[in-house]
T-cell receptor, first 114, second 111 residues
Framework: DVKVTQSSRYLVKRTGEKVFLECVQD?????MFWYRQDPGLGLRLIYF???????EKGDIPEGYSVSREKKERFSLILESASTNQTSMYLC?????????????FGSGTRLTVV | DQQVKQNSPSLSVQEGRISILNCDYT??????FLWYKKYPAEGPTFLIS?????DKNEDGRFTVFLNKSAKHLSLHIVPSQPGDSAVYFC??????????FGAGTTVTVRA
């Protein structure tokens, strides 16, 4: 089974802090994604990557950046955390040519910015 | 502007009865549609999908129907079981590897 592991289940950070959310997948998937889930808004795409060192903006990239130095690892960076970035963050991965089978998601990181 | 819409935030159904979840989309370029199920404190898991060349796909108790002319799809769960209580997300893609998700529908199955 493909496994997508997010390093933290819960995080509490202060406004203005730089925050790193880490995601690792173990099945050699080319594509990796970061979404945030908010009530009434569903899952919204922040950034995605289809190859090492490649990244593309999703629908809501403002206030975020990403890093993909190795194929298995995709990091989401909040440059200066703000309270409106309090959310559930979900990492996902997929094979390049198997989008029809959907993504494999991690368990999520619940981030609270105070 | 959400391209995938789930207009019912919640659904309550009795155990053994049918659950019908609805989803509408606006992007005519979407050609693949998926349903995900999410339990609290877990990531979403893939449930069932359908290609735009089909109008129905069945997997056990789960059936997805697609009406392309109406830009509408639905998920039927028959019979509903207590373990089906979860949030269900509709998703769509135009094969550019990105999925667009709806807001989700919370299903509660009553014993």
């Amino acid at each position: 089974d493909v496994k997508v592991t997010q390093s933290s289940r819960y995080l509490v950070k202060r406004t203005g802090e730089k925050v790193f959310l880490e995601c690792v997948q173990d099945m050699d998937h080319e594509n990796m994604f970061w979404y945030r889930q908010d009530p009434g808004l569903g899952l919204r795409l922040i950034y995605f990557s289809y190859d090492v060192k490649m990244k593309e903006k999703g629908d809501i990239p403002e206030g975020y950046s990403v890093s993909r130095e190795k194929k298995e690892r995709f990091s989401l960076i909040l440059e200066s955390a703000s309270t409106n970035q309090t959310s559930m963050y979900l990492c996902a991965s997929s094979l390049m040519d198997r989008v029809g089978y959907g993504y494999t998601f991690g368990s999520g990181t619940r981030l609270t910015v105070v | 502007d959400q391209q995938v819409k789930q207009n019912s935030p919640s659904l309550s159904v009795q155990e053994g009865r049918i659950s019908i979840l609805n989803c509408d989309y606006t992007n005519s370029m979407f050609d693949y549609f998926l349903w995900y199920k999410k339990y609290p404190a877990e990531g979403p898991t893939f449930l069932i999908s359908i290609s735009s060349i089909k109008d129905k796909n069945e997997d056990g108790r789960f059936t997805v129907f697609l009406n392309k002319s109406a830009k509408h799809l639905s998920l039927h769960i028959v019979p509903s079981q207590p373990g089906d209580s979860a949030v269900y997300f509709c998703a769509a893609t135009s094969n550019d590897y990105k999925l667009s998700f709806g807001a989700g529908t919370t299903v509660t199955v009553r014993a």
